[in-house]
């Protein structure tokens, strides 16, 4: 085989695109590099040639063990230098078809895997109908074109999921930490390698959360797991990787989920609250007696939510705590204003 015919193989083994046989070849050249002496280490040239070679590769850690093995190199400078050229030749020969490869999926071994090597976040199309927006960095992988009673995808880093329903086949996302599963909705994971935390944000609908260890993986939104929690929009679950706890609270930017007219002209206070309360979804508790009597002139416009409350507490010299997904004011009531004397 001439070097470019080599270049070629292995450009189609990164690809994804190599046959059986082409495979067996690639790992039987590389078996053949790493016979030497492992009590040798490697040299920098070497370590570094095997440190670009995953940074292209990327594959996740929980994936079946990669036919292409990069370990000890056999020191005989002949076969050394030919081995570098040829390293070299590869990597840097893939370098204009990069944007391509990285956006193309890889299915050796019966599985399908993505990786975003780009600056920009990825949309891909699963083969359910599914959509997923993966963010630059991040990998997932996917076996057996998603057939079977549950729709598995393994992710390492950052994804958004907007999940084709379908009742009868639950979607799970799989990190190192977490097991998230849904029957059809919109949400964000986030777990990246080495990270201290890894969390779930809901968009929309219903998704149950619970740790990766011992995971329950017949759970459904509709029968959590016991050592999970039921995550409703707007709001989020942290993980903690030091203490295994699973903290559920509400997502830093609440969205609207329902509309509604934030224009209010000397109207209650309890009916502003309760127009917050419907749009975000979220519960704000508040001692009715006490803001029984108290009004509000008040226009809201492209505020946050906590924002909102900001503006409202100002105007009514109160202020509110937030506690897992539970907002509470915190106010000693409205009394009204002396009047002049004389």
Known sequence: MTEVEFYQLLQRYLDGRATPDEQARVAQWYEQLHQADARQP?????????????????????????????????????????????????????????????????????????????????????????????????????????????????????????????????????????????????????????????????????????????????????????????????QQVVYSVASHHLHKKLVDKPLVLVPQAFEFEERPVAEVLAALEKAYGVDIRYDKQKLAGCTVSITFYKESLFEKLDLLCKSLGASYSQADTQITIHSRGCQAAPLPSG
């Not at 070497?46 to 990327?58: D, G, P, S, T």
């Not at 994936?63 to 000890?72: E, F, W, Y």
């Not at 076969?79 to 570098?84: G, M, S």
């Open 42 to 234: 490697a040299p920098p040239a070497q370590q570094a040639v095997e440190a670009a070679i995953w940074q292209r590769l990327r594959l996740p850690a929980t994936a079946p063990a990669p036919v292409l093995r990069v370990s000890r190199w056999r020191q005989k400078p002949v076969r050394w230098a030919a081995a570098v050229g040829l390293l070299a030749l590869a990597l840097g020969g893939l370098l204009p078809y990069a944007r391509h490869w990285q956006a193309a999926p890889s299915t050796a071994t019966g599985w399908t895997r993505y990786h975003n090597a780009t600056q920009q976040e990825q949309v891909l199309r699963l083969p359910d109908a599914t959509r997923v927006t993966l963010q630059p960095g991040s990998s997932l992988r996917y076996a057996g074109g998603l057939a079977g009673a549950r729709r598995e995808v393994y992710l390492e880093g950052e994804a958004f999921f907007q999940v084709h329903k379908d009742p009868a086949h639950p979607f799970l996302v799989l990190t190192k930490q977490l097991v998230t599963t849904v029957l059809g909705t919109g949400f964000d994971v986030k777990a990246y390698p080495g990270s201290a935390e890894a969390q779930v944000a809901v968009r929309e609908g219903k998704v149950a959360v619970q740790p990766r260890a011992a995971a329950q993986l017949d759970a459904t939104p509709t029968h959590p797991a016991k050592a999970g929690v039921l995550l409703l929009p707007n």
